[in-house]
Nanobody
Framework: VQLQASGGGLVQAGGSLRLSCVASGLTFSSYGMGWFRQAPGKEREFVASISWSGSIRDYSDSVKGRFTTSRENARNTVYLQANSLKPEDTAVYYC????????????????WGQGTQVTVSS
């Protein structure tokens, strides 16, 4: 199983980025997908998650209204559209796959991508 995240970069505050995560080696449509982030010196935190069909989405309070997650099962891809970015959004962003659920606890996820760096300048 491989999860390949991309789309990170350097952006000014107020800007946008679209992160993508392509999965291989698993039946993608059977997995809940999550996005997490980790800043230097901080714990990994939940950002967003999406159910197998995409009908249920969950967001942390810190990104709700600014970030949107979606998926294309035909392309084995999950997305995170990040708008109105703030300096405090700076972190490495990870996608993860979970067979049983699409929760907020990173320890429940089965597979992880390598992460993509998002840096927001003020």
């Amino acid at each position: 199983v491989q999860l390949q995240a991309s789309g990170g970069g350097l952006v000014q505050a107020g800007g946008s980025l679209r992160l993508s995560c392509v999965a291989s080696g698993l039946t993608f449509s059977s997995y809940g997908m999550g996005w997490f982030r980790q800043a230097p010196g901080k714990e990994r935190e939940f950002v967003a998650s999406i159910s197998w069909s995409g009908s249920i989405r969950d967001y942390s309070d810190s990104v709700k209204g600014r970030f949107t997650t979606s998926r294309e099962n035909a392309r084995n891809t999950v997305y995170l559209q990040a708008n109105s970015l703030k300096p405090e959004d700076t972190a490495v962003y990870y996608c993860a796959a979970d067979w049983n659920t699409y929760g907020r606890n990173w320890r429940e996820y089965d597979y992880w991508g390598q992460g993509t760096q998002v840096t927001v300048s003020s």
